[in-house]
């Protein structure tokens, strides 16, 4: 099922996130490790776009990576995420995206915890947090 793209222009982007957020999630820029206020971050509830509110991972499938970035097993939904080649610094990587607006979330490794073995490797930036409800 194709999902609705959310566009909007650099300039609409740019009033709406701060400056972090914008070099992170529309310039693909990466937070510094330990600087993002999600690596050390364990209520329960869900992770969302910063720029869209797509729902994208969930508190449940997070694992203490000691990255420094938050990290997580799998996305709440295999569609919320779009995946794109990414060989910047000489590096073969694999990119994460929001599937309905192209948002730059990090990066996805094959070197995570069971079940899935993966890590995904997100910038704080790019996302927001809603607790579950109680
Ligand atoms: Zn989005």
Redesign the pocket.
């Known amino acids: 099922m194709a999902m609705d793209k959310?566009r909007k222009s650099e300039e609409e982007w740019r009033s709406q996130l701060t400056a972090e957020q914008f070099q992170v999630a529309r310039q693909q820029g990466t937070e510094r490790a330990f600087s993002g206020k999600y690596a050390d971050h364990h209520e329960a509830g869900t992770y969302t776009?910063?720029?869209?509110?797509?729902p994208?991972f969930a508190s449940g499938d997070k694992f203490e990576s000691g990255s420094g970035w938050p990290s997580f097993v799998q996305p709440v939904d295999d569609a919320s995420v779009a995946t794109h080649e990414d060989r910047k610094y000489g590096m073969l990587r694999t990119e994460v995206l929001?599937?309905?607006?192209?948002?730059h979330l990090g990066h996805v490794f094959p070197d995570g915890p069971r079940p899935t073995g993966l890590r995904y490797c997100m910038n704080s930036a790019s996302l927001n947090f809603e607790a579950a409800a109680e």
């Open positions: 959310v776009c910063v720029c869209c509110g797509l994208l929001c599937a309905r607006c192209d948002a």
